[in-house]
């Protein structure tokens, strides 16, 4: 069974520009959710869908944002990057919510560096 | 808001030796502890989690951490590391009843030397 897939795995934009990253999660998983890591800041939340519905979203600006396809696949999008947005984006994938026993399997992520 | 504070960015210790990572968060009425370990190359990984009950909770690699509340810490410790412990370790708080909806450290690196 095929983990979680995140594409492309780095990616490199200058300031203004805008990024859109995607995640396919674990066969069978329809929730996926979405994380910021920076050696800064560590990892924060970012969203999470389930069922193609965003159902929560973490302290970020609206320039970041994503949708969840039929198929559960995953997108973020950030607009208007900036120098500050450079970082590793992890995606996490699960069966469902299953509140704090749900188990998550997190992707490799995408490292984004913004020049 | 919650916070989570891993006071060492990086601990290095000789095989065989003891380890504890240590980890404190802001205080809520109610929060759930997770503690994720990152191995090179390899997506984060849940290593053990308090919910409720016994204060101490432990993992099937040798990991335990303990909850203590008075203190706000949850820190983790392993007797005896090995080598193939070394990785990027990641304490983390819910106070929202979810397991996505998390609060990390900004881990710390343990190093296993030989």
């Known amino acids: 069974k095929a983990g979680v897939t995140q594409t492309p795995r780095y990616l490199i934009k200058t300031r203004g520009q805008q990024v859109t990253l995607s995640c396919s999660p674990i066969?069978?998983?329809?929730?996926v959710s979405w994380y910021q890591q920076t050696p800064g800041q560590g990892l924060q939340f970012l969203f999470e869908?389930?069922?193609?519905?965003?159902?929560n979203k973490g302290n970020f600006p609206g320039r970041f944002s994503g949708r969840q396809f039929s198929n559960s696949r995953s997108e973020m999008n950030v607009s208007t990057l900036e120098l500050g947005d450079s970082a590793l984006y992890l995606c996490?994938?699960?069966?469902?919510?299953?509140?704090?026993?749900?188990?998550?399997?997190f992707g490799s992520g995408t490292q984004l560096s913004v020049l | 808001a919650q916070s989570v504070t891993q006071l060492d960015s990086q601990v290095p210790v000789f095989e065989e030796a003891p380890v504890e990572l240590r980890c404190n968060y802001s205080?809520?009425?109610?929060?759930?502890l997770f503690w994720y370990v990152q191995y090179p190359n390899q997506g984060l990984q849940l290593l053990l989690k308090?919910?409720?009950?016994?204060?101490l909770v432990k993992s099937i690699n040798g990991f335990e951490a303990e909850f203590n509340k008075s203190q706000t810490s949850f820190h983790l410790r392993k007797p005896s590391v090995h080598i193939s412990d070394t990785a990027e370790y990641f304490c983390?708080?819910?106070?929202?009843?979810?397991?996505?909806?998390?609060?990390f450290g900004s881990g710390t690196q343990l190093t296993v030397l030989p």
């Open positions: 996490a994938s699960s069966l469902e919510p299953q509140g704090l026993n749900e188990k998550l399997f």
């Open positions: 066969s069978g998983h329809r929730s």
């Open positions: 869908y389930f069922s193609e519905t965003q159902r």
């Open positions: 205080s809520s009425v109610s929060v759930y």
């Open positions: 308090y919910l409720s009950g016994s204060t």
């Open positions: 983390a708080v819910s106070d929202s009843g979810s397991a996505r909806q998390l609060t």
